[in-house]
């Protein structure tokens, strides 16, 4: 599996990004998709999770209420609409996926992923 994330950029706070994550390959598992974010010098920490079904999402706490985590299973696709942004999001934010995870199976450790993007940069100014 390959995943293509993509839609970083810089922002003013208070503005909005959408992240995108493309899965090719050998994608016919079901899996479940996470974001992560590191900072330099920093631990990669978990932002937000989907499971296959689209039906369960988890957040971490300072993300909650400002970033929505979607996928389009047609596409392929796992989205990540980030509104309200601050300084502090500033971040590569990092997809992956979990294969085999079954229809709702949800994780948020990076020791469960099986695959990885390569990361796209956001930059949040104040």
């Known amino acids: 599996v390959q995943l293509q994330a993509s839609g970083g950029g810089l922002v003013q706070a208070g503005g909005s990004l959408r992240l995108s994550c493309v899965a090719s390959g050998r994608t016919s598992n079901s899996y479940a998709t996470g974001w992560f974010r590191r900072v330099p010098g920093k631990e990669r920490e978990f932002v937000t999770a989907?499971?296959?079904?689209?039906?369960?999402?988890t957040y971490t706490d300072s993300v909650k209420g400002r970033f929505t985590i979607s996928r389009d299973n047609a596409k392929n696709t796992v989205y990540l609409q980030m509104n309200s942004l601050k300084p502090e999001d500033t971040a590569v934010y990092y997809c992956?996926?979990?294969?085999?995870?079954?229809?709702?199976?949800?994780?948020?450790?990076?020791?469960?992923?099986?695959?990885w993007g390569q990361g796209t940069l956001v930059t949040v100014s104040s």
């Open positions: 992956a996926v979990k294969i085999s995870a079954g229809l709702s199976g949800l994780y948020t450790g990076v020791p469960e992923y099986d695959y």
């Open positions: 989907i499971s296959w079904n689209g039906r369960r999402t």
